[in-house]
């Protein structure tokens, strides 16, 4: 009897595991047919007019036009969203076009993000934040415009007119549209950024006095020749030497406002200098 038993249930283990390996075969078809299922539901969804570009919108433009990023993204009204786009999981996923992106930087300098996303129904939104120009820098007959970063966001042969400081010293290895100037070494475009946010600081915080009696509206250029010795031009006629460029303070460039503005003429033409004492001296030229 208790033979008996054993065999039994000996052949019900046979049976117990041919049926758990159905139930999988079963369960891994099933799984297969519903993923199948969806992708020819999503693959007909996205060729579908709902996805169509029906119209293209640009925000946070300024020195570009709207046609002019439309154009450099590569993207066309009345054509497939998907189409237009290689297969990028992290944009088909969050239904922007990584390859506009890519394009847009890459044709546009003065950008420094972009991003392109798609939205029902078909219309795009292009938004982008452009670069600032801060300064000029002299380079072979022409003047690269560069960014607080340093990048060359565009070129120049006539600066009549620009009012941006222009930066003497810093010498350059060359150059692309839209990327990082190859200077000798970024220590001289920090030193001048130095200044800049210095005297941006002592404007704001003067208030109105700031307004009236700017200092950085006035700067003609700033020579980082020499590191210890900054010399920063205003109005073409006062040339002054702050001293090493780690050393400038707001309370410096506060003296300089009340000399320059209430202290000198303005005719006056000469050099002030910040390390000849407790006092700046000036030297009338």
Known sequence: MKVQEITTSAEFQPKKKHKRKKFKIFRFIRFLLITLFIGV????????????????EVYGNKHYNSNEVINASGLIAGTNWFKSNSLNLKGIIMFRSID????????????KSAVVKIGIPGVVKITVTEREPVALVPYLGTHLVIDDNGHVIDTTNDIDGIRLPVIRGLVCDGYSLGQAL???????????????KTVSLSDTNAGDRGKEFSIKDIITYIDVTDLDNIAVCLDSRIVVNFGNYKEITEYKIDFLR?????????????????????YPSFIPD
């Open 41 to 56: 539901v999503l693959v007909c969804l996205a060729l579908s007019p709902l996805f169509y570009i029906n119209r293209i």
């Open 182 to 196: 190859k200077a000798e070494s970024y220590e001289f475009i920090e030193a001048f950024n130095k200044v800049m």
């Open 258 to 278: 009340e000399i320059f503005y209430l202290k000198l003429k303005e005719d006056d033409r000469g050099f002030l200098n910040f390390k000849s004492g407790e």
């Open 100 to 111: 506009s992106e890519q394009l847009l930087l890459e044709r546009c300098p003065y950008l």
